[in-house]
């Protein structure tokens, strides 16, 4: 018996650390970025900010979304349980009330724009966001 649950806490440790290695690490490049989150890790499941901080998403609700005007692709995901993190310097994350969407798209050339939504049905667009980051695509 103490071998299958030995067996079954080992499975879990390993998927775990799997986990971790699979989110993509954005390095900050806007001003908002390096001063407010530093960089990320983001993956299908969660977002990590620099001081260690954690949203996890509980679905992905969009994969496309109107960025400044166009339609690009993009993932939009609903965040589990809504909050408004501390993060670098005593910032929050958007600062006027808890996060519930998070969506991220490709920015230009190995950039990554990610923002952040407050209200109650998934954003449609980047003019509902309450912050905007710009990141360096991993490498």
């Known amino acids: 018996m103490h071998r299958l649950l030995l067996s ?11 986990f971790a290695q699979q989110a993509d690490h954005y390095t900050a490049m806007s001003n908002t970025a390096m001063s407010i989150t530093g960089d ?7 977002i990590k900010f620099e001081n260690g901080e954690t949203l996890e998403f509980s679905d992905l609700v969009a994969d496309h979304f109107n960025a400044n005007g166009r339609s690009v692709p993009a993932s939009v995901y ?3 349980e809504p909050a408004d993190p501390e993060l670098q310097n005593g910032n929050q994350l958007c600062g006027s009330g808890d ?3 998070v969506a991220s798209w490709a ?5 990554t724009a990610i923002a952040v939504f407050t209200g109650k049905r998934a954003p449609r667009s980047s003019s509902e966001m309450c912050a905007l980051y ?5 490498k």
């Open 8 to 18: 079954g806490l080992i499975t879990i440790i390993t998927a775990s650390a799997t």
């Open 40 to 46: 990320v890790w983001l993956d299908d499941f969660s």
């Open 78 to 80: 609903r965040v589990k």
């Open 99 to 101: 996060v519930t969407f």
């Open 107 to 111: 920015d230009g050339s190995e950039t």
């Open 134 to 138: 710009t990141y360096e695509d991993p």
